[in-house]
């Protein structure tokens, strides 16, 4: 008898500590699974303000939207995938402005960010990250060495009236471009022209 209830109490024991278990790994997967809320509102806000005429577009409010990431960086509040896809959304919008006639960003180092971001939100399987990885890509590429990787960023040619492709790296192959929902190269060029290539390739 005595040996009957030792064997049930170690039964209630493993039961007892598998339905703990099971409580945590739930814990745990919800702990993860929940998108940081603070985010969602902003890339609704950021949103919102580029519908329609983009009329709305206020460069103050970017900054506070990127203050506000950085802060949420710093104290590790980005976790998830979809977190690190909205960060680099909101990054992706650094201001974009005129020094005489080269067109430079208010810091180019957002772009940089925008791309790590975007790039392990992919990798963590998230697939709506996968052309804004390649977009955050070519804008970085294109504002520091003149030069873009897949395909993915225009600039308007006042003397033109029109949109041209910022220069695009013939070595990048079209299957590297279609892996990231791009069109080859040579439909690509037959949507616009593309501008002329810096004095220096340094891709």
Request: net charge negative; glycine share 6%; hydrophobic share 40%.
């Amino acid at each position: 008898m005595t040996f009957k209830m030792k064997g049930l109490q170690k039964t209630y024991l493993v039961m007892t500590l598998s339905v703990l278990f099971a409580c945590q790994e739930k814990a745990e997967e919800k702990q993860i699974a929940s998108d940081n809320p603070k985010l969602i509102e902003l890339v609704k806000k950021d949103q919102e303000m580029r519908s329609g005429d983009m009329s709305g577009m206020n460069a103050g409010i970017d900054l506070e939207h990127r203050k506000q990431v950085f802060e949420m960086l710093a104290k590790g509040e980005i976790k998830t995938a979809k977190d690190k896809m909205n960060a680099a959304l909101i990054l992706q919008h650094t201001n974009l402005g005129y020094c005489g006639e080269e067109l430079i960003s208010e810091s180019v180092e957002n772009y940089y960010l925008a791309t790590l971001l975007s790039e392990q939100a992919f990798l963590e399987g998230l697939e709506d990250a996968r052309a804004m990885y390649a977009a955050n890509l070519d804008r970085y590429l294109w504002l520091t060495v003149g030069i873009q990787k897949y395909g993915t960023q225009k600039v308007y040619v006042e003397e033109a009236d029109d949109f041209y492709w910022v220069p695009i790296d013939t070595l990048t192959t079209d299957q590297e471009r279609i892996e990231f929902g791009i069109s080859p190269l040579k439909d690509l060029l037959e949507q616009a022209s593309m501008n002329s290539y810096p004095k220096q390739n340094l891709l």
